[in-house]
């Protein structure tokens, strides 16, 4: 558990423009590290947001720089609106017309990284498919007959008028022909909505919100923000909805399934997490970013015996390979691959001293980290045809599927070669803690579902009767401008102290791992007595870990699977049910943050929300959108509070499930048998 041990920078000139390494974070590895940055002379995203403040107008949402006359920008007068709002930017634009297009589009960045990110894994799976490639293969057979129909191919074929089972090679063929057309078909709506409740696909209907390709969505809001065009808030949002759902339950939904299909569909497995898991005597490569379809190669390529004998021969005694944010997190939940740690963490990682290759694909990849680089040995190497670096140490490798275990192996053998040329300043924090990730749909259906009755039986009963409040997916990113975990970490206590189980992806599920909060042994220390009961029976921790933020639609699905089993209503607003991202800071956390609530889920956003300069848009967001989907935003810093807004909800839900009142009866009897001694 993280404490607070190290003593306030020195009160000089210099350490005034310096972050406070225990202000900054409350984890104490991340702490040394920022201290030991500060000796070095190293600037990291810490420093840099003590000396840049953020304009507080840009906060507010309510810049506009859509076209050359501006930018125009409209702060909120001193002292709040009175009477009329007159603000208006030289073409009239309204602060909800700004603050809504500015919105949008970071839906629209949002859509398109997780979608982009999803086409990739499509090409990668049509090459399987077509057998293009040695490295890939189809390994989740079982994954890949559940997913079939979700795309209308068909798994059985009839023969001289009996029902065979089909060719598996042809039903993958035809699911990467299926698949990749969702990002541009000509027609139609996407085939994912369907998987979702009845009654929610109808909403969507209804609001017209049905997406009908993943790319059209994301063009149509940069053409609808461009100067001139769309100018009501509520028309916008609704189109950020339908490419906010184009992400959800498109281009991540996809993502995730043919991941799990190419590279296995993750089941709990032990691992470990934070700074700590990097080993000095070993060759350390970390993998950052998003797509798995290179670390699973350098995974493969790191277990090779001839390539640990090769580490060996350059007086290494192993590879340890380890991960920063969502890479981490794909090959954690299927390999067990550690993570170094969450966002925040990347820059740390280097200047251990003992990190021989850093190697980066798409997304949140800080560019300092080629500046970092320059201070150490470590190769930086960038694998993406879409994201380099301009600084000239950084190396390119550009990564192809064709040759991916080629590409891999040099990546390694570049890794394994850099380790003799480490300073001799390696400095490596002690701190790293166990945990249990792996979670998704078909494992919790698997601890928490039934024999005989619905998939999610036990779960559904278990929230009926009480003993589980209700489930929250806690997500998202780290914020420089908060201190690094606090919040994550706070929220999640807080919520499962109150019975509260939590789903978690993303950088937070990193987080509760470095706290210890993925063991079933948590569930005893830090729960209320109702979840922790359920844990200890079944033995899982109070927080499961669903992968990484495409993985995000195992949330949605575990929620639809949630109604499917029945007793708790008919869609997933009817749920006891929250979300939160108490730390985010990606245009990907706005995306995931509407589909969510276009989904029906209330959901809770922390830092602040760039809506703040535009009470009425805002307004529409946190209170109407419930209205016509179920559920909305919410805006809280204060993570004790974030919790219990978030629990408030649930218990709303419970009340008009009538189910409120079993969850009296079993507090009571828990009180009792506590009494009692048994
Ligand atoms: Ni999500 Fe994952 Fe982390 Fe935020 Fe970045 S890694 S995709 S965006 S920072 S959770």
């Known amino acids: 558990m993280a404490e607070e041990k190290i003593t306030k920078a020195a009160d000089t000139e210099k350490a005034a423009k310096l972050a406070d390494p225990v202000e900054a974070s409350m984890d104490i590895a991340t702490q040394e590290m920022i201290e030991r940055s500060h000796k070095l002379g190293i600037d990291t995203v810490f420093d840099r947001a003590v000396s840049m403040k953020p304009c507080n107008i840009g906060v507010q949402g309510i810049c506009c720089k859509n076209c050359a006359m501006g930018p125009c920008r409209l702060p909120l007068p001193k002292g709040g609106i009175q009477g009329e709002d007159t603000r208006k930017g030289l073409c009239g634009a309204s602060p909800n ?87 541009g078909k000509a027609e139609g709506e996407l085939l994912y909505l369907k998987r979702a409740p009845e009654a929610l696909y109808e909403k969507w209907k209804k609001q017209g919100v049905l997406p009908r390709n993943i790319d059209r969505e994301i063009v149509e809001i940069m053409h609808r923000t461009h100067m001139g065009v769309d100018q009501d808030y509520r028309n916008l949002i609704k ?52 797509e798995p379809v290179l670390s699973e190669m350098i995974v493969a390529v790191s277990q090779k015996p001839e390539i640990i004998e090769y580490a060996k021969s350059k007086g290494a005694k192993g590879i340890q390979l380890g991960g920063i944010c969502c890479t981490a997190n794909e090959i954690l939940q299927r390999h067990g691959v550690p993570p170094a740690g969450t966002f ?71 890794a394994i070669d850099n380790f003799s040329n480490r300073g001799t300043e390696v400095m490596i924090p002690k701190y790293k803690a166990t945990q249990i ?54 929220v999640v206590k807080e919520l499962i102290k109150n019975d509260v189980l939590v789903l978690t992806t993303g950088c937070n599920g990193i987080a509760c791992a470095m706290e210890g909060l993925l063991t079933p042994e948590s569930a005893a220390v830090y729960c209320g007595p109702g979840l922790a009961e359920v844990c200890e029976t079944v033995g899982i921790p109070p927080v499961l870990h669903l992968g990484s933020c495409v993985d995000n639609s195992r949330i949605l699905l575990a929620a639809t699977e949630v109604v499917k089993a029945g007793g708790l209503g008919k869609d997933i ?91 009296e009866r079993v507090m009571m009897s828990m009180a009792d048998r506590q009494a009692l001694g048994l």
Not at 104 to 109: L, Q, W
Not at 377 to 403: C, G
Not at 478 to 485: D, F, I, K, M, P
Request: aromatic share 6%; glycine share 8%.
């Open 97 to 183: 017309t700004i603050a809504a297009r500015n919105f949008i589009r970071m839906i629209a960045g949002g859509a398109a990284a997780h979608s982009d990110h999803g086409r990739s894994v499509a090409e990668v799976f049509m090459a399987a498919a077509r057998k293009e490639s040695d490295a890939y293969k189809i390994k989740d057979t079982v994954k890949l007959l559940a997913v079939a129909p979700h795309l209308g191919v068909a798994t059985k074929v009839e023969v001289d008028g009996e029902e065979k089972d089909r060719d598996i090679d042809e039903i993958a063929l035809e699911v990467a022909e299926k698949a990749l057309n969702e990002w």
């Open 239 to 290: 189109q950020g909805t339908r490419a906010a759902l184009a992400d959800g339950w498109g281009g991540s939904m996809l993502a995730t399934d043919l991941q799990d299909i190419l590279f296995g569909t993750p089941s709990p497995l032990q691992s470990e997490a934070n700074l700590g898991i990097m080993k000095e005597d070993h060759v350390n490569i970390i993998v950052h970013g998003h």
């Open 344 to 414: 925040l963490q990347q820059e740390l990682v280097i200047i251990t001293g003992a990190c021989d290759a850093m190697v980066v694909d798409i997304q949140c990849v800080f560019q300092n980290l080629a500046n970092v680089a320059k201070c150490f040995h470590t190769k930086l190497i960038t694998t993406h045809p879409i994201a380099k670096m301009e600084q000239d140490n950084v190396i390119h490798i550009e990564f192809d599927e064709h040759y991916a275990l080629q590409d891999a192996e040099k990546i390694v053998r570049m």
């Open 437 to 490: 990730a792996g979670f998704g749909v078909e494992s919790i259906e698997y601890h928490l579902g039934g024999m005989f009755r619905g998939s999610y039986y036990t779960l559904n009963d278990n929230i009926i009767n009480g003993r589980i409040r209700g489930v929250a997916g806690v997500v998202g990113c780290n914020n420089a401008r908060t201190r690094h975990n606090e919040a994550h970490i706070t």
């Open 573 to 663: 607003c009817d749920l006891p049910v929250a979300g939160s991202a108490p730390e985010w800071m990606s245009e990907k956390a706005i995306s995931i943050g509407q589909y969510v609530v276009a989904s029906g889920i209330y959901t809770v956003f922390g830092v602040t929300l760039p809506t703040s300069g535009a009470p009425v848009f805002e307004n529409y967001i946190t209170k109407e959108l419930e209205k016509l989907y179920g559920g909305m935003w919410d805006i809280e810093p204060d993570p004790i509070k974030h919790a219990h807004l978030m629990i408030a909800h649930i218990d709303k839900k419970r009340k008009e499930l009538g189910i409120d009142k079993a969850r």
